[in-house]
């Protein structure tokens, strides 16, 4: 090996942290280049609207489902062993989409990388916290945090490029070189560890019941919408989400090698950031969601020019994150939080004052201030949580706050979802009341208002009502966003307080969360 690249105790974790950056990069970047390809996607394999669904949401699921159980073995079996084995997961599920022929093959491929993506992700975060010690933690995690909103960032323009240019296969085609860098770098610099402290002994019956009660919750705000909140269906899911979350509890402490240790949550600063990481996903991925919307239907944008408008706010994420993780080290993380929060809360609550008349000028400084308020918020978070608990326990402790974001951005969606629904539906009411149509129109008319297929709604109606039909549904669609994202804004502005209420003021460098030694080369 070259000497300019002979590994040792100086430079060993900064090839880490790269390696770590290389997954997360893909894994973030697969959130985002999906959805500019889904148009794509139907009309190469004749998907129907339900499977483009399960196309995003199976990711979700399992993803979502299996984060803690990723990081808990992680932390029995080593965190590096962990990793590769979902970094090859990820990229073969990746590679058999890229070949799917049929639009089941899709789906269950989307599981799979989503399963890959649960075992990796709780990896990148334990291990960079074994690997740097508490005083230079705050650093590490914010290049990682930056590292994840480039992938963000650049997502939709690099999913619409190749989509358009290459095909839509492409997009999973391109995880495999990243992959492979990932796990090059990873074998060539990464040190295994171990949580030494209990058996080798996996917790089967919490991994089930959790799995069973993650699954229900997670399928009930999925299609709650959709199939109505007091549906059936709806409802015997929301009960197995009792039940199974429940039996998960009664399960883990009486375990005698629990797979979540509650006593995590004695401690203020970890309950605090995972409320944060929920807070922070159940708003922001609510506004990217329906603002994304908004710039298609109402602005008339494409997907990529959409995609391509968020970049103020994910550019100054990419900046901000890693000058935030910094600062938490120097003067710890509640005030950037509190800072980063009330911030958000400002940019929704501007963003709530768009009209029907808006153009996207209106959302430029909200989207300036809320990648600031992401920015700030993010990596601090990450750095208190692992910090808050001992970096022996660092897998389990990654797992449970990315499953907190994970079903905080579910939620966000599927109550943002629900608001907006019922506003729109009211609004729309009052504009098609005068106007005499049958109910068989106006139910059209209805289901089109949120799918951007106004024209279609409008078909058969003559020029006059025509036109006051477009112009009412675009009034109620700019009304329900507003008062969803009026919500979003409490939201963020709650977590601010909860933030200033539940964070120590300063982390101390606990002697638990000291760097223990590394296991192996």
Not at 106 to 122: C, D, V, Y
Not at 385 to 391: E, L
Not at 422 to 431: G, I, Q
Not at 509 to 514: C, I, M
Request: glycine content about 10%; charged content about 10%; proline content about 4%.
């Amino acid at each position: 090996m070259p000497d300019r690249i002979r590994l040792h105790d100086g430079n060993r974790k900064w090839w880490t942290l790269a390696a770590m950056c290389f997954a997360l990069f893909m894994v973030m970047l697969d959130n985002t280049v999906v959805n500019v390809a889904l148009p794509s996607i139907q009309d190469d394999l004749g998907a129907s609207l339900s499977s483009l669904e399960w196309t995003v949401n199976a990711y979700t699921l399992s993803f979502a489902v299996l984060l803690v159980t990723g990081g808990r073995l992680g932390d029995i079996f080593g965190r590096r062993r962990m990793f590769l084995g979902g970094v090859m997961v990820f990229a073969g599920s990746s590679a058999l989409i890229g070949l799917a022929p049929t639009q089941e093959w899709l789906i269950a491929g989307r599981a799979l990388q989503g399963a890959g993506a649960a075992f990796m992700m709780p990896g990148t975060l334990s291990i960079i916290s074994n690997t740097f010690p508490p005083a230079e933690r705050g650093r590490a995690i914010g290049t990682w945090a930056g590292v994840s909103a480039l992938a963000l960032a650049i997502g939709p323009a690099v999913g619409g490029a190749l989509t358009e240019y290459v095909s839509w296969r492409a997009i999973f085609f391109l995880n495999l070189p990243v992959a492979i860098g990932a796990v090059v770098v990873t074998l060539f610099a990464v040190r295994e560890s171990f949580d030494k402290t209990v058996d080798k002994k996996v917790d089967i019956a919490g991994i089930a019941t959790l799995s069973v009660g993650l699954s229900a919750l997670v399928l009930a705000l999925v299609d709650g919408n959709s199939w109505g909140w007091s549906s059936p269906g709806t409802v015997a899911l929301l009960a197995t989400a009792v039940v199974g979350l429940v039996a998960f509890a009664v399960v883990e402490l009486r375990s005698r090698v629990p797979m979540v240790q509650f006593e995590f949550f004695r401690s203020r600063t970890f309950l605090g950031a995972n409320t944060a990481a929920f807070i922070v996903s159940f708003a922001m991925l609510a506004m990217f969601f329906f603002l994304a919307l908004y710039m298609q239907n109402i602005l008339g944008y494409s997907a990529l020019e959409a995609g391509v408008r968020f970049l103020p706010s994910t550019v100054v994420i990419i900046f901000a994150a890693p000058i935030a993780g910094r600062l938490a080290d120097r003067i710890g993380p509640r005030p950037l939080m509190v800072t980063g929060l009330g911030l958000a809360a400002v940019a929704l609550y501007m963003e709530s004052n768009i009209t029907a008349t808006s153009s996207y000028s209106a959302l430029l400084a909200p989207f300036i201030i809320m990648g600031l308020g992401m920015g700030l918020t993010m990596s601090p978070m990450s750095t208190a949580a692992m910090n808050a608990v001992p970096a022996a326990k660092a897998g389990v402790a990654s797992g449970i706050l990315s499953m907190s974001r994970m079903v905080g951005g579910t939620f966000g969606v599927a109550a943002i979802g629900a608001l907006f629904q019922s506003l729109s539906k009211d609004r729309l009411t009052e504009h098609l009341a005068s106007l005499h149509l049958s109910g068989a129109t106006t139910a059209r008319i209805g289901d089109a208002l949120g799918s951007g297929q106004a024209k279609d709604a409008v078909n058969g109606l003559d020029p006059q009502t025509a036109q006051r039909v477009a112009a009412g549904m675009k009034d109620a669609f700019v009304h329900a966003l507003s008062g969803s994202l009026k919500l979003s804004a409490a939201v963020a502005a709650a977590g601010a307080v909860l933030a200033f209420a539940l964070i120590e003021a300063k982390l101390p460098q606990r002697a638990g969360a000291a760097t223990p030694e590394p296991v192996g080369a």
